[in-house]
């Protein structure tokens, strides 16, 4: 492992998700899914969250195209509310699920306006 990816990883995932959120994981890792936690946190988080050609609001905005593409909804939920945290307002939220309406049809943004509404509800967002 590269130890200062990692790190770097750790921070942009804290970031995102939240430290409460990242530290929680890595507590309930053990010694099969630890090994799988460090790497997903270095290569996803440290490789490809690390370099500040895209920032992360835009990131968070392509993340949550593709995951509603893959129909991934749990981890939609997660990246809806790291998504709200990195700036992305409601309206283009509305945006985003247009674009999977279009492309991944209107039953998959359906499932993600359910999920962003849980998220935008228990932020107190109106």
Known sequence: ??????????????????????????????????????????????FGWGDDCIDAKTRSMMNLTMLGALGKMHEWEIHCRGALGNGVDKAQLRAILHVIAIYCGVPQALECFRAARKVMDELGMQ
């Open 1 to 46: 492992m590269d130890q200062q990816r990692f790190e770097l990883g750790i921070a942009r995932r804290k970031a995102t998700l939240g430290g409460d959120y990242v530290e929680k994981n890595l507590a309930a890792a053990d010694d099969f899914s630890r090994p799988f936690q460090e790497m997903m946190t270095e290569w996803c988080w440290g």
